[in-house]
């Protein structure tokens, strides 16, 4: 099962995200759950580092499925609505698939 957790401020705002695990859906190469939450975090990556002022840092892990993106500064506007962006779009898979995705938010 995939596992993200979106972390944020006591007022709501995004901080950055995690993703933990692979969906086991179908066998690796063919697994369309899998491949979905990947374009989605990586195009929300690659948008945030081209199209806004933020910067991130990001850890990955191809083998586990882990991946740890956090802003390294206050979210820009865009940044915020990239991330929030992003997780419309995995709690869209987690409504349809839900034994393959979990979608949480925590405080930090």
Do not use: W
Not at 59 to 82: I, N, S
Request: net charge negative.
């Amino acid at each position: 099962m995939i596992r993200a957790a979106f972390y944020q401020d006591s007022d709501g705002h995004c901080l950055g995200f995690q993703t933990r695990g692979h969906a086991g859906y179908a066998e690796a190469g063919y697994d369309i759950i899998c491949a979905a939450v990947s374009a989605l975090v990586t195009n929300t990556v690659n948008s945030i580092e081209l199209l806004t002022e933020n910067h991130l840092r990001v850890k990955a892990d191809e083998e586990t499925g882990h991946m740890a993106v956090r802003l390294t500064e206050a979210a820009t506007p865009e940044a915020e609505l990239l991330l929030r962006s992003l997780r419309c779009g995995l709690e869209a898979i987690e409504t349809e698939h839900r034994e393959y995705i979990h979608v949480v938010s925590k405080e930090v």
